[in-house]
């Protein structure tokens, strides 16, 4: 920009290329806000309209009878999302990791690549596809919808995320820890079990948790395995409730107050994914600065 | 009565061979450096000396390497169990992060599988931490994670580490490259110490450091053997015009 | 801050004490030598010959210790002068051991012969100052004492004045063939008493770089001796 002496000008930015720098940061700054708008906007109407429906009975009752529905609660749909989703994790958790393990620790044949495309076939598999391949595995099988089967299908859903989570985190561990604890003298399924996974330890839980933040909120495939049930159910061969599955049900009555325990339904599902995915994105950072 | 033997031994990764033809011998107590040029093999040589080779895929060794008379590429040898017999000490310390600094010393004794009382663990990881020469400077912390240590500490820990576990031989792959120049000579005397009661090859690249530390040096270049012989001989009046040039610097 | 590299200094401690150690060896022979003139005494010049041997292994081995920590260990600053300074101080020993011997075969091919009392006077004077001069300079390289360096140049003078005495005086013989004779050859014995006064000059010069850092000549053969 400086004229015909050569020097080189030391000052400050100016003109057109100064108007052009506070441009782009403003545009940049607007398109930030823009991003965070739908989010805050979700996070406070769930909570307007949710937050007056919790109270004691709605975290104790089952649904009340057609005259007085205000006073019920969905006990059943907590007690019964517990439980599926409880499932789910005791089966999805073990056999994610284990494949995580496989495929960071032995990785690099063609049956290491069979799996690896499996999980991410699965990542992207649509719920209600998942729900549908249960239902005629397990339900007809089984003669009925039950819990199990809602774990099950959930299962299909958390297993990928849990997979392909601590395959990334346990690559993560440094080689040079493997070698270290081979050249003591240590079996090489000791390496990974004493000192490859503790060191992951807490990646390896964030994908657990984001695994279960996602199996939360799945409806589908729970319409399709589970039915739902408006009692408190606790046998896993039985038709069980699940938290959204009671909110999808009750926002299609025309029953105002079913309406309103549907908002808090509501509010309690988005609650629990955000303190899980927010729990795991602080735990990661942390396991990222020891890691370094 | 030597203590570690190598008799025509090769090594490739895949189809790239990188070792040709290796022979070496040292005896115990003694201190054998291997230097040479980046890439020469020197690395890969001594990691075929506790089997640690062959954990890369696709890595390959034949030949013998003979320890106290008996190959440790024979084929009823537990790879595991020459590990700890024959210990190894990093280029980059590598303490183990989710353990104190006892735990890490003691690391090898607590995960061996044997059973062994926690005093007795306690009793052994200060000795290992003593012989390492880092007892004084962490045992008033011994609970503090490994990896609050400095680079040279760490570097200490890692040979205690190793120690522990009372291997008869000790393999340290340029051990102190990542240290600055105090640390480095603290390693030295270390070395210098523990050669009465362990046999020790060294890698190293800095050739003062073979100098100052060694009784026996190797040269290789090209995954072979160039010179084999007493320290003060290779530096002093070598053999081959080759380690004369790599010596003084004229290459490398 | 713990020491390292104890095994390299302590080489260092052990080859300081062996160049005094024959620095003291040196000295003896050439003692011995002097005082086989001054009282007759031919068994004491043998075994200046014979002891001759220990003084050359010593410079054999420092030579050889010398190189090795040179090679392996690479010194600087201090450590770096003081093996320059063993180096060359062992040199100059063994230089001064080479003329004990040459005095005592001097004797020895002599001592048949009548000699000069005021010869062998100023010879046994000249033994006593370049023992001195000896001793002071490997004093001072033991306790690195520049202020004792520094005397030697002048505790040369009184042995060059001593040296050209001699030379005078054998010129008195000159009547006499076989006095002649021994004269001539107790001058030489004069000359090399006064290369081992060199010697111990060169020793101090060399303990003047190991303290300063800066090479300076004592004396210079071809600058004037002050009378």
Redesign the interface.
């Known amino acids: 920009m400086s004229a015909t002496s050569g020097a080189v000008s030391l000052g400050p930015v100016r003109g057109v290329r100064h108007v052009k720098d506070v441009g782009f940061t403003v545009f940049l700054w607007t398109c930030a806000v823009l991003a965070l708008v739908p989010l805050t906007w979700i996070a406070f109407y769930v909570v307007s309209k949710g937050i007056g429906a919790l109270s004691w009975n709605f975290f104790t009752k089952e649904p009340a009878g057609p005259l007085n529905p205000q006073e019920g609660g969905i006990v059943q749909s907590f007690i019964g999302t517990g439980l599926i989703v409880g499932i789910a994790t005791v089966i999805a958790v073990p056999l994610g990791i284990l494949a995580g393990i496989y495929l960071a620790e032995y990785g690099k044949g063609p049956t290491a690549s069979a799996i690896r495309l499996v999980a991410y076939v699965l990542l992207s598999t649509p719920s209600i596809v998942a729900g549908a391949f249960i239902w005629a595995l397990v339900v007809v099988a089984l003669g009925n919808f039950s819990a199990l089967a809602g774990g099950l299908s959930l299962v299909v859903l958390m297993w990928p995320i849990v997979a392909i989570a601590s395959e990334a985190v346990l690559r993560l561990v440094p080689q040079e820890l493997r070698e270290g604890a081979l050249a003591l003298g240590l079996p090489r399924w000791k390496t990974i079990l004493r000192v490859v996974m503790p060191t992951a330890g807490a990646g390896l839980l964030t994908a657990v948790m984001l695994a279960v933040a996602r199996a939360l909120g799945e409806t589908a495939p729970i319409l399709l395995t589970a039915l739902g049930n408006d009692f408190i159910n606790t046998d896993f061969r039985a038709p069980t409730d699940a938290v959204p599955l009671r909110v999808y049900d009750y926002a299609r009555t025309p029953v105002e107050a079913l309406h309103s325990i549907a908002w808090g339904g509501a509010l309690v599902l988005l609650a629990a994914v955000l303190f899980l995915a927010i729990s795991a994105r602080v735990l990661s950072n942390r396991q990222q600065k020891r890691m370094a | 009565m030597r203590k570690v033997e190598i008799v025509d031994l090769n090594a490739w990764f895949g189809s790239n061979h990188v070792l040709h033809g290796i022979n070496l011998t040292a005896m115990p107590g003694s201190v054998t450096a291997i230097i040479g040029p980046s890439g020469c093999g020197k690395s890969t040589l001594i990691r075929c000396l506790n089997r640690m080779h062959e954990e890369v895929r696709g890595a390959r060794v034949e030949g013998k390497v003979l320890f106290d008379g008996t190959d440790i590429y024979g084929d009823d040898v537990d790879p595991v169990a020459v590990r700890r017999r024959i210990g190894m000490v990093f280029q980059r310390a590598n303490p183990f992060p989710t353990m104190s600094i006892l735990d890490n010393a003691t690391a090898g004794l607590r995960l061996s599988g044997e059973r062994i009382q926690r005093s007795k663990l306690a009793e052994r990881g200060e000795r290992a931490l003593q012989a390492a020469g880092l007892w004084d400077e962490v045992k008033d912390r011994l609970d503090e994670p490994g990896g609050r240590l400095s680079g040279g500490q760490q570097q200490r820990l890692c040979i205690a580490r190793a120690l522990a576990v009372e291997p008869e031989v000790i393999l340290l792959d340029e051990p102190a490259s990542a240290l600055d120049p ?1 640390s480095t ?2 390693i ?2 270390l070395v ?1 110490n523990l050669k009465e009661r362990y046999t020790i090859v060294i890698v190293t690249h800095n050739m ?1 450091q073979a ?2 530390v060694s009784d026996w040096t190797l040269f290789m270049l090209f995954g072979e053997v160039v010179e084999f012989g007493p ?2 001989k290779v ?2 009046t070598p053999d081959d015009k080759r380690t004369e040039d790599y010596v003084t610097g004229r290459f490398g | 801050m ?1 020491e ?5 200094h302590d080489e260092l401690d052990d080859l300081q004490r062996e160049i005094l150690q024959m620095g003291e060896l040196a000295g003896t022979a050439v003692q011995e030598a002097v005082h086989a003139i001054t009282h007759g005494d031919a068994a004491q010049a043998q075994r200046v010959i014979d002891m001759d041997d220990s003084i050359d292994h010593r410079y054999l081995d420092i030579e050889q210790r010398t ?2 920590t040179l ?4 010194p600087v600053a201090a450590d770096l002068r003081l093996i320059s300074a063993i180096i060359h101080s062992s040199l100059h020993l063994e230089r001064i051991g080479d003329q004990a011997v040459n005095i005592a075969k001097l004797y020895l091919i002599s001592k048949d012969l009548a000699g000069s009392d005021t010869m062998r006077g100023q010879i046994r004077e000249m033994g006593d100052l370049v023992v001195q001069m000896l001793r002071t300079a490997l004093e001072a390289f033991a306790k690195r004492d520049l202020e004792l360096a520094l005397r030697l140049p002048t505790m040369d003078d009184p042995v060059d004045r001593l040296n050209r005495a001699t030379h005078l005086e054998a010129l008195k013989l000159a009547d006499d063939p076989a006095a002649l004779d021994w004269g001539l050859h107790m001058n030489l014995a004069a000359r090399a008493l006064e290369r081992v006064g060199d010697n111990a000059v060169d020793i101090a010069e060399q303990v003047s770089f190991l303290i300063t850092g800066e090479f300076r000549e004592f004396t210079d053969a071809s600058h004037e001796v002050q009378a």
């Open positions: 105090a000579l603290r030295e005397e210098g003062q100098a100052r320290t003060e530096f002093t | 713990t390292t590299r104890r095994t390299f190189l090795r090679a392996l260990q690479t």
